[in-house]
């Protein structure tokens, strides 16, 4: 029969693998959050931390009454899946909490660059290499899409959305279809920490033609 230390053992194993390969456990942005809440729900309820799961929880409701894949699917389109940007979401309050942990914490002075990310970004296309030559490594990556920035004074994190654009092609004389994976993909947004998240938004040039189409300057603001 399974202790409670048995089964925390097991929940915190699990966790670093979730935000790893979240294919694995959901495949939409609304099972994704499911899944983390759910999980989330069962260490705080072993470790008696009830409130603050509650608290977590609430503070995630400024994403609107969709969840956290909400305005993800609003701002994209609803047919995208989100899966990694909402893993991302949760990772931040999960390293909070204490329950992940990650490979490098920003120091002030690593973290100071971010401040001019929109600026760094304009209106033009960005690849991953050239996020991570210019601010380093990140603290995390989810998925192999979403490179998560956290700092050590534990404010809010920057996460950098890549897009892998998965398109079958087929292969002349093999007689099949191949869906090759990007071995530098485009960056469609950074979100950076505000109050709402559309306030903290930045995108690139693929990120507005994404969200606006090819025209996009016509009726936005540059």
Do not use: N
Request: glycine content about 8%.
């Amino acid at each position: 029969m399974r202790t409670a230390e048995d089964l925390r053992r097991r929940w915190h194993d699990r966790v670093r693998l979730v935000f790893a390969r979240v294919g694995m456990y959901a495949t939409t942005g609304h099972e994704m959050q499911l899944y983390a809440e759910t999980l989330l729900d069962d260490l705080c309820f072993l470790d008696e931390r009830d409130d603050e799961f509650r608290a977590a929880t609430e503070e995630l409701r400024r994403h609107g009454k969709l969840g956290v894949h909400g305005p993800f699917a609003a701002l994209f389109g609803a047919e995208g899946r989100y899966v990694p940007e909402v893993a991302s979401v949760f990772a931040e309050v999960y390293h909070r909490l204490g329950y992940l942990s990650v490979d490098r914490l920003l120091t002030v002075e690593e973290w100071a660059p971010f401040a001019d990310v929109r600026d760094w970004v304009g209106e033009r296309d960005i690849r991953r290499g050239e996020v991570v030559a210019t601010f380093g490594a990140p603290s995390l990556v989810v998925d192999k899409q979403v490179l998560c920035y956290a700092p050590a004074d534990g404010s809010g994190w920057v996460f950098v959305d890549c897009w892998d654009e998965r398109t079958p092609r087929y292969e002349p004389g093999l007689g099949r279809f191949d869906v090759p994976v990007e071995d530098d993909p485009l960056v469609r947004d950074v979100r950076v920490p505000a109050d709402t998240f559309e306030d903290g938004l930045v995108l690139t040039l693929l990120g507005r033609v994404l969200r606006w189409g090819p025209g996009w300057w016509i009726h936005h603001d540059r």
